[in-house]
């Protein structure tokens, strides 16, 4: 194991082509092959192709319980605001343009203008599909707070849906997934 030297006058470290030799073999067993590579890109790849679709049927289901609660909400308000002011509140709405208005009350956004909520704009994102007060697009509800009919709602984000039912003052928010239907508990009026 030392320095040998030869004939030719060349001069050999054995323990120079040994360094060498071992410095190969540690790159090459310190990096990743192609196939390694390979195959954690389509672990990946399945993993993403799993989460995704959760990811975005999560985000549709939030865009649906946020408008269900804004449309029940709403409801609500025009019922007080019809009992303060004493007058009829009528809460239209216009499936064609995804979005319901509050006639007769003000816009806390716009004044002068009647309160209008636009369901297909940021943040909601979600689909009027049906509207059913006694077969009218509308409730008009007295200067007693009483509505002249129950009905529903029902909304759509994403390939879910979401029936909101309003009985005047008692309202049940029901959400249905595809086949999967849960109910929320009954908002208890004032």
């Known amino acids: 194991m030392g320095i040998t030297i030869r004939g030719d006058g060349m001069r050999t470290v054995n ?11 540690a790159q090459i067993l310190r990096s990743f092959s192609l196939v390694e590579l390979v195959m954690v890109i389509v672990i990946m790849g399945i993993i993403a192709a799993i989460a995704v679709p959760r990811f975005a049927e999560s985000i549709a289901r939030q865009r649906l319980e946020m408008a269900a609660q804004r449309i029940v909400g709403d409801l609500d308000h025009a019922q007080q605001h019809a009992r303060v002011s004493s007058t009829t509140v009528k809460v239209t709405f216009t499936k064609s343009e995804h979005m319901y208005e509050l006639r007769g009350v003000p816009s ?10 636009l369901l297909a704009e940021p943040p909601y994102e979600v689909e009027l599909v049906s509207v059913d007060f006694d077969g009218k697009n509308e409730v008009a509800i007295d200067g007693y707070g009483v509505a002249e009919a129950g009905g529903s709602v029902t909304i759509a984000a994403g390939g879910q849906k979401a029936l909101v039912t309003w009985n005047g003052g008692e309202r049940l928010i029901d959400l249905q997934l595809k086949a999967v239907t849960i109910e929320s508990a009954p908002i208890l009026k004032d």
């Open 15 to 25: 323990s120079i082509r040994r360094y060498k030799a071992l410095g190969r073999n």
């Open 108 to 117: 806390p956004d716009h004044h002068g203008k009647d309160y209008t909520v």
